[in-house]
């Protein structure tokens, strides 16, 4: 899915993206990370949720679009607050993109009631 979002952003729609996902060396993840902060040519970062999730400032974003879950819903908590860190100054959206009928409608039932379960251990103590 990554592969496809990627493509149609560079190719279909012409927007400057950066991508970052589990091939993408440690080393050049901070290149990109500068460049998604600071080049107002570069509109977009493609992100997998377990590579984009840990150590990364993605402040410049006011839209995140996740186009992939985790089971673990810390995971996902995690990639959110990428773009929800200090120096943030806006608001941001958040969407999940889920296709009907497929694995995604389990994950998402299964994740949602991790998190409220999480909900009535965290309010009852």
């Known amino acids: 899915m990554i592969d496809a979002i990627h493509e149609f952003l560079l190719k279909k729609k012409k927007v400057g993206c950066i991508r970052i996902d589990g091939s993408t060396p440690a080393v050049a993840r ?3 990370v500068t460049d998604f902060q600071g080049k107002d040519a570069i509109r977009a970062a493609v992100l ?3 590579a984009g999730g840990v150590g990364l400032t993605l402040t410049a974003a006011s839209t995140v679009i996740f186009a992939e879950l985790s089971w673990t819903p810390g995971d996902l908590i995690q990639a959110e607050d990428r773009a929800h860190r200090i120096g943030q ?3 941001v959206n958040i969407y999940y993109l889920l296709a009907n009928d497929t694995v995604d409608d389990i994950i998402w ?3 949602q009631s ?3 379960n999480l909900g009535q251990v965290n309010c009852c103590q």
């Open 30 to 32: 901070q290149a990109l």
């Open 48 to 50: 997998s949720i377990r």
């Open 89 to 91: 100054v806006s608001s």
């Open 109 to 111: 039932d299964v994740v």
């Open 114 to 116: 991790k998190l409220e």
